[in-house]
């Protein structure tokens, strides 16, 4: 894929070397467990898959940059984010809706918040706004998509339901709290304070990458396969 | 898959790598889509995901034109168009045909005039047409579609269909109606004004065609999934 | 794929743009369709996908080559008609064979017939045979699978059974009739006359290619479908 | 794939693209073929269309490898051999099972004694053992593989067992006899006699390769229908 | 894939090319197994599958960089590991819970220790430890692995299962217990004595990766497809 000779001691290039593969093997997993999963289960545990396999791709890409050059910008990170953050958050509400109804608006405000909530860092990033200010309105649309999560109809569906899907949820509100907030600090330390996309940068968001989209991609299928084994 | 470096203040790479990964994972999402929807639902379904998969294709080679020369022609577009659109017009007979009966005449009628208004619009660019008289054609073309859509017997069908059908044919429609307004719009301010393909030219066609393609066939996969779920 | 700008008045490199791009979709959805024909409709659908997807690999083989060279030869076409022509042929007898008894051995006959036909054209390509003589040798073969299809047993066979079968097989009959025509003329005047692989024939090929493979295809996948839905 | 121009006349380059096409079109159908074969079929027809994907793979690369140096040694037809002979007699052994009960030990004493055949061939190409020692112990495994097809106990469970199986059993016997006879009979002229990797043995050898690797396959895949349909 | 002429005497060259085929071919054929096996053993089947997989994509990498430079570190090596070894330590979990429950908290503590057992190796490799601590480190997780499989509630359930769990579990025991010892021991050899990454060291990795990673999946494989057949 990469054919480039590095050094273990090199820890930027294992970590894109790292992310690629174990994205692309635990999407792979993921669009397989969509053969035992009940039916209900499909749509969360698909959307999960496909964010995955655009993060992978996203890392192929980025680590053959890395290799032939031994440089990285934010920008190729963003071609990940606009398509797999926004599918998580999908991901979430598919599976709030398998605990019972919740109503579609919902869907298109969290997915329409999440798409603006890279958009505004983007722009902030591109130099087309003022960086905080991009990262500010991010973070807001960010809190958004928490308060739908935390206070909002999803919440209220899964809290009367079976306790894989509640466990699941848990686990995935906490990982798109906890682990998301990286993203607005890593900007802050990259964009506005301008220390630019430096190695540890480049090893912490991969990192974050790889531990956000994995855990939560594992956990929905772990909860779908505890209905049924 | 792309290997080169860019900076997120480079608008036209970001939506080029956008394009790419965004069009090849919503193509995947619609075939696994495939597994899940009822049967009848599956053509309709599988066309419109093929239809995704041909312009991913198409965007992952313009991506690597773009990077690797930094400059864009309209030929590649056409070579997605091509392929893109007829599949995109048979994928509404196919969902109308759900609704009721439409008179296999029709497919061919409609399937020919979307040939024939991408062939129309890519002999004006070639310089075979006279550019104005291929964009007026191809515009021909377009509305007998668009009347076939509005008036003929596929909207008759639907109208007396279940919800999720409707509602769907009432989109999509709307999205050839004002979604593909824009490819003639820009045909005119590239071709027959002869602004050339300048940068902005090459991000409003990304985003009107992610946007078209995108949204059709999700409304088809919800639609579908209305009808199971 | 290719990677390489080109304009829109080059119609070579749109016409094998185009033809690899529709070739491999079409083979997609030939092989999706796989999932919801009836089971006997299985094997005809799936070799009629792997023609399609075997003339895909080559087309995207033949664009790579023509879109660093801006050059062609005949060669890289034999690849593509070694292996599509004999499993076209074979399509056609599984076709046949839904509809009733027929004897393994015309299967044999017709499949050795289109690999000769094949090596014969090849062999006066190569200029291993006088070229007069080995085109005069395939038409020959070609001749004897159109005596096999018009009189033979499979015509009866299939002259007793349901209407989509009896359509699909005219149309397909009539392809291979008159479409691959189409090879033996254009071989005379590429080889025998000696005008050399020049454009306007290569564009001819890639037409001609194209309307034969994905017309007998979606005629195998429209008829299989016509009995279920 | 290899984006190289190449003349009809130049016959390795035409054999090394027809098997690369031909393998993978093969492999996909076998593999497409486990949709419709009985539950006790799809072992032995994965293998022999893994076999086929793995022979695919590799032919991919040495075509490759021809069409960049024009040069073609042994090595990596020993990486495609180590991988599919192997296969290729173990999927006579599943084969044999679905006639009859047959001891595990016949399955791990043939799949060895593959293993063995080639690596002695190689050792002996590799200029580690005398060429001549390693070709005659490689005849030796040969024989005592035939052995066990010919009087050994899956002969016996085939016997008794019904017609498809006894055909298909019978036809690939005769492969691995006659077809499998070329291997050593060409690495006695290549190495032994040192005639070198000629353009006459690479065609040779490719043409026993598809031949022995797309009979057994569609042989198999034949048999696992005809109890079908 | 590699496109490089090697000769047979190669032996590192040919090494990495029979690896790269056979962990991709066996990879397609215990995917493949999933759809035959029962139910309840698609997790570990998957797992296996999805093991061999990263560990092709790995060496697909590692033999276009041996191939186009000739040399080898043991960086690329690294990023096998760190997705390979975890999701077999998780395979042998999900083989063990078929047999009976197994607390939860064992999976974690196992799969936990999988990633520090590489994770330690690696950063004694990478000078960020001292290497002999890293190895000893990381054979102290391994103990820990083994203890769990040997002591642990894993070994209770499987011992009063059926036979096929039984023996399949005492199989991969077995490779974790004499396959894994050879990489602490190379480990040894190649940074704490500091022969470097030679020739013969990369020969025996590549060698004990392809036993240790074939045989765990066949096993599994194996066993599922003797509860069915």
Request: proline letters at 4%; charged letters at 10%.
């Amino acid at each position: 894929m990469f054919g480039t000779l590095f050094q273990s001691s090199d820890v930027v290039s294992t970590s894109f070397g790292v992310a690629t593969v174990a994205t692309l093997a635990t999407a792979v997993l993921a669009l397989l467990g969509l053969s035992w999963v009940a039916d209900r289960w499909r749509v969360p545990v698909a959307l999960s898959g496909v964010a995955l396999l655009a993060s992978g791709l996203h890392y192929l890409d980025a680590a053959q940059i890395w290799f032939s050059t031994q440089q990285m910008t934010s920008a190729p990170r963003y071609v990940g984010w606009f398509v797999v953050q926004p599918i998580q958050v999908a991901s979430v509400f598919f599976l709030a809706r398998i605990a019972g109804p919740v109503p579609v608006g919902v869907f298109w405000r969290t997915v329409a918040a999440a798409i603006l909530m890279v958009l505004c860092r983007y722009l902030g990033d591109a130099g087309i706004f003022n960086p905080t200010l991009g990262v500010l309105l991010s973070i807001a649309f960010w809190l958004y998509i928490l308060g739908e999560l935390y206070f909002g109809p999803m919440s209220e569906a899964v809290r009367k339901s079976s306790r894989p899907i509640r466990l699941g949820y848990f686990w995935i509100r906490l990982i798109l709290t906890i682990g998301w907030a990286i993203y607005p600090i890593l900007f802050f330390v990259d964009v506005v304070i301008g220390a630019g996309h430096a190695r540890s940068v480049i090893v912490l968001y991969t990192l974050a990458d790889l531990v956000n989209l994995i855990t939560v991609s594992m956990i929905v299928l772990a909860a779908a396969g505890k209905e049924r084994f």
